[in-house]
């Protein structure tokens, strides 16, 4: 007699709990946790480097606000048919916490407001952005497990041990709900949990970029060009097994495939024109 054992990777019964008639979302807890995380650990590595620590304050302070709203403008202009056209309501704009904040558009305009800061104090961006280049996937890891809790950014059907259990939840008029209702118990879907292969990647870069910063002594500003570079290359190929509506380029590309692919080429070309920028250091003469 045979017994097979199915396993799965279970979402959360909800994403958001009411206390009073204030409504705590796991999202935005989950994004404030990987900031928190990511100011402490850059701030210790800034220090390690003879930085201010009030510097890295003063970053957060200027670049979280940015980050947000360039990450905003990013998702609402790549997926404007979600708040434009007719039976849509612009004003969905502004419910972030609603879910909706494009990667390429945070990193894009928070470090355009830290660069401004940096040169207004005068103090050295390369050594700024050496000390949170491995911090900001840490960052992004941890705000990815807000992606589980609202069900989202999945890729398709899977009967894998690590497929993610999708629940049909419901609010308290039994009306489905899948982003604020709790869950039934339902499962409408088993599907590819992409979210925890970006979550896992990106614990993986932090790593290698504390091994390749070491190994290759790189120059802060070049550490940051290989985050970015080692992201956007993780990113392109995870965003392949997402099957989340999304808005298509040349017929059915991803969009965040094709800005994926950009960036990463932007990276490298930027990597290896420093490189080559980089003093080199002359042999000493061989004697006879």
Same mark, same amino acid.
């Given at each position: 007699?045979?017994?097979?054992?199915?396993?799965?990777?279970?979402?959360?019964?909800?994403?958001?709990?009411?206390?009073?008639?204030?409504?705590?979302?796991?999202?935005?807890?989950?994004?404030?946790?990987?900031?928190?995380?990511?100011?402490?650990?850059?701030?210790?590595?800034?220090?390690?480097?003879?930085?201010?620590?009030?510097?890295?304050?003063?970053?957060?302070?200027?670049?979280?606000?940015?980050?947000?709203?360039?990450?905003?403008?990013?998702?609402?202009?790549?997926?404007?048919?979600?708040?434009?056209?007719?039976?849509?309501?612009?004003?969905?704009?502004?419910?972030?916490?609603?879910?909706?904040?494009?990667?390429?558009?945070?990193?894009?305009?928070?470090?355009?407001?830290?660069?401004?800061?940096?040169?207004?104090?005068?103090?050295?961006?390369?050594?700024?952005?050496?000390?949170?280049?491995?911090?900001?996937?840490?960052?992004?890891?941890?705000?990815?497990?807000?992606?589980?809790?609202?069900?989202?950014?999945?890729?398709?059907?899977?009967?894998?041990?690590?497929?993610?259990?999708?629940? $049909?939840?419901?609010? @308290?008029?039994?009306? *489905? %709900?899948?982003?604020?209702?709790?869950?039934?118990?339902?499962? +409408?879907? /088993? &599907?590819?949990?992409?979210?925890?292969?970006?979550?896992?990647?990106?614990?993986?870069?932090?790593?290698?970029?504390?091994?390749?910063?070491?190994?290759?002594?790189?120059?802060?500003?070049?550490?940051?060009?290989?985050?970015?570079?080692?992201?956007?290359?993780? $990113?392109?190929?995870? @965003?392949?097994?997402? *099957? %989340?509506?999304?808005?298509?380029?040349?017929?059915?590309?991803? +969009?965040? /495939? &094709?800005?994926?692919?950009?960036?990463?080429?932007?990276?490298?070309?930027?990597?290896?024109?420093?490189?080559?920028?980089?003093?080199?250091?002359?042999?000493?003469?061989?004697?006879?």
């Amino acid at each position: 007699m045979t017994t097979t054992v199915l396993a799965a990777i279970p979402s959360p019964p909800q994403g958001v709990w009411h206390l009073g008639g204030f409504p705590l979302r796991a999202y935005a807890l989950c994004i404030l946790t990987g900031v928190v995380v990511a100011y402490l650990w850059t701030k210790k590595r800034y220090q390690e480097r003879g930085g201010d620590p009030d510097v890295v304050m003063d970053a957060l302070l200027v670049g979280l606000p940015a980050g947000i709203i360039g990450a905003r403008a990013y998702h609402v202009l790549t997926d404007h048919q979600k708040y434009f056209g007719e039976g849509r309501n612009p004003a969905d704009i502004f419910k972030i916490t609603n879910g909706g904040l494009g990667i390429w558009g945070g990193i894009i305009v928070g470090s355009l407001a830290v660069y401004a800061l940096l040169k207004v104090k005068k103090v050295s961006v390369p050594m700024f952005a050496g000390a949170v280049a491995p911090a900001l996937p840490v960052a992004q890891a941890i705000g990815r497990l807000g992606n589980w809790f609202n069900q989202e950014i999945y890729g398709g059907p899977s009967d894998k041990p690590w497929a993610l259990e999708i629940y $049909r939840r419901v609010d @308290e008029n039994g009306y *489905t %709900d899948q982003l604020a209702g709790r869950s039934t118990g339902e499962v +409408i879907a /088993s &599907v590819q949990p992409t979210f925890l292969y970006e979550l896992l990647f990106c614990l993986a870069l932090a790593a290698f970029l504390v091994w390749a910063e070491k190994r290759f002594s790189l120059e802060g500003h070049r550490l940051f060009m290989l985050y970015v570079a080692g992201y956007t290359l993780g $990113r392109f190929f995870i @965003e392949l097994l997402r *099957t %989340d509506e999304a808005t298509l380029v040349f017929g059915s590309i991803r +969009i965040n /495939s &094709v800005v994926s692919a950009v960036i990463f080429l932007s990276a490298v070309a930027l990597l290896v024109w420093t490189g080559r920028k980089q003093p080199r250091v002359a042999a000493s003469p061989q004697r006879e």
